[in-house]
């Protein structure tokens, strides 16, 4: 929630932002100036001021204080009524020294166009026109606003876990899921494997959920289906064999604070039933018990799949789906798609990676070695990536200097597994780079002309950008060892490695296993196209998904490869 101030003589503007936007915390209104500053100095977390510009206001609370000199002019009556009709802007000049970086939005009627120069001059974010038609000005007010407020979050506390650039959407999206957290109904995150649903759920909307419980995260994909239920809702003793005990389930460990359900769409279909009944009542009952139980949780799931699909093929209950709040469901984008922030992205996560222990001591090792001052007390230096050499040496910081083709190779990359994969990447990229330096430091000379370049300053070769990048390249086509190869005649053709095994059943189920993995890999790990492929139905995904898991083989795990270097 962000607070907004409004300075207006009357209430009219109070009165429309009260009723067309809730969101926010409107602070008391201000009738002038000196109302404004004590509000200013009383609530320090302001976001936003609205300021009206006409004040019909006593002389005594107009600004400047000092008018004597302003009123001696000739007609008094009408130096007052000028002060009056452009109070908003001698106002707006007094926060602009106060408060530099306090964004507001002055409110114009027609009658004062002319004042818009004016509110330019003076920094305004922004000036709005009114109609004097509820609706309409609202709307513009709130766009506005909506505008202002996401721009102004655009340097979030810098060791926030998630980074999420600078990019209008993305910070919209940051502002969004900020107003989600603080609110009582369930949140849906989606989006493909490493786009940080785990680590937004976690880091991010947990902390200012303002519950007191725990977080507790847990893994559908990763849980047998017979053991679901009890690991959820808890067991009894001797509610089935193996049942040796009583245990606790995740949500009796969640209660009061948030529960994570990853990968929500491998819940079965009684499964959902019951966690239906504990959003709507805040009731379950544990396996093999008769005794409900109360639980009070904020739910966050997250799932790579489409689950609307899922609800209309039968596979995730409507009833839950609409229970789970879809109006409101995140879309974290994947890597590609933030392409316009990868200049940012690229320097952010370098950053982090330098600071990952091992690297963070080859760092150090370096700087040490060619006489630059690390910072006191083994912390990590600062370290950043550059297209061109800065012009200043610096013994401060170091430079990764990137050219411009293996940045624009790094920004066309298809990068599968997102920023799981971006980070190992540059964590290995900045390893061989120094490994390589650091060794080849200790064979050189103090005097040796190559330590006379900028020591602040490291290549990264286009060779090393290149053979990191090349193995986790996607097999475009079907080609090879790796994937199947067309046979001519609508099937692919592959060759799988036969071991011996304890039985001939088990040599079978190894051979389907390898056909999965392959295939998983040639359809990019598409389910709907391998079903295609092996049962000539695309609608089939869920069988395909049914029956790898039989085998042992763990989708995540495979998911990890495809997004790994
Ligand atoms: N915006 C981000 N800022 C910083 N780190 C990020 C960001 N997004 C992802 N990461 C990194 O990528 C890793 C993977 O993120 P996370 O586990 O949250 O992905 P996910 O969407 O849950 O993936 P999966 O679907 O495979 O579970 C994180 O541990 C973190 O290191
Ligand atoms: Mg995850």
């Known amino acids: ?86 109070q908003g802007l001698h106002i707006l000049d007094r926060l602009r020294r106060t408060h530099p970086d306090l964004p507001v939005i002055v409110m114009t009627s027609r009658d004062d166009l002319p004042l818009e120069a004016d509110a330019e001059r003076l920094n305004a974010e922004d000036y709005t026109y009114l109609l004097d038609d509820e609706y309409l000005d609202a709307r513009s007010l709130r766009l506005q606003v909506e505008g202002i407020l996401a721009r102004r979050v655009r340097a979030p506390a810098p060791d926030e876990p998630f980074y999420w650039g600078e990019s209008t959407r993305m910070l919209a999206l940051r502002r969004r899921l900020g107003i989600l957290a603080r609110g009582r109904l369930p949140i849906i995150l989606l989006g493909g494997t490493g786009t940080g649903k785990s680590l937004i759920a976690r880091e991010f909307i947990h902390p200012r959920s303002q519950r007191t419980g725990p977080f507790v995260a847990v893994d559908l994909s990763t849980i047998p289906n017979d053991l679901m239920g009890a690991h959820l809702f808890g067991v009894i003793k001797g509610a089935y064999t193996g049942a040796t005990a009583s245990r606790e389930g995740v949500l009796a460990r969640a209660h009061g604070g948030t529960l994570f359900l990853d990968e929500i769409g491998n819940l079965s279909l009684e ?29 966050v799931v997250a799932t ?23 109006a409101t469901a995140v879309v974290l984008p994947s890597l590609r798609e933030r392409g316009d922030d990868f200049a940012a992205l690229l320097d952010e996560f370098l950053a982090r990676v330098g600071r990952e222990p091992y690297n963070r001591d080859l760092v150090l090792q370096y700087a040490s070695q060619r006489g630059l001052q690390p910072p006191a007390g083994g912390e990590a230096m600062p370290i950043s990536i550059t297209r061109s050499v800065p012009p200043r040496p610096d013994t401060k910081r170091l430079h990764f200097l990137l050219h411009p083709s293996s940045f624009k190779a790094l920004r066309d990359f298809e990068w599968p597994g997102n920023f799981r994969q971006f980070e190992m990447f540059l964590s290995n990229l900045i390893t061989l780079t120094l490994v390589e330096l650091v060794d080849q430091a200790e064979l050189v000379e103090p005097g040796d002309p190559s330590h006379a370049i900028r020591p602040d300053v490291i ?107």
Not at 45 to 73: N, S, Y
Not at 285 to 290: A, E, R, Y
């Open 1 to 86: 929630m962000s607070s907004i101030l409004i300075i207006d003589d009357t209430d009219k503007y109070w009165e429309l932002c009260t009723r067309f936007m809730p969101e926010h915390e409107l602070l008391p209104p201000a009738r002038n100036y000196r109302e404004a500053a004590e509000s200013l100095a009383k609530h320090r977390g302001v976001d936003l001021v609205l300021l009206d510009v006409h004040f019909d206001i006593p002389e005594d609370d107009l600004l400047p204080e000092d008018k004597a000199e302003l009123l001696a002019k000739g007609d008094r009556g009408r130096a007052l009524e000028r002060l009056r009709r452009a």
């Open 271 to 299: 499964l959902q039933k019951q966690l239906l009944v504990v959003l709507q009542d805040g009731r379950y009952t544990p396996v093999g018990s008769v005794d409900e139980r109360i639980v009070d949780i904020k739910l």
């Open 304 to 326: 790579n799949e489409n689950l609307a699909t899922m609800v209309q093929t039968g596979r995730f209950r409507e009833d839950l789906y609409m229970r789970l709040n879809p």
């Open 459 to 565: 290549p990264i070769l286009p060779r090393v950008v290149r053979d990191l990048l090349r193995p986790m390249e996607m097999p475009r086509a079907p080609a090879g060892e790796a994937a199947g190869a067309d046979d001519g005649a609508g099937g692919l053709r592959m060759t799988f490695v036969v071991r011996p095994q304890e039985s001939l059943n088990a040599v079978s189920c190894d051979l389907e296993r390898q056909t999965m993995e392959r295939l998983y890999e040639n359809y990019g790990g598409d389910l709907g196209r391998m079903a295609e492929a092996l049962l000539g139905d695309s609608a089939a995904g869920r069988k395909v998904q049914l029956r790898m898991n039989q085998l042992g083989i763990k989708l995540r795990k495979l998911k990890r490869r495809r997004g790994s270097p």
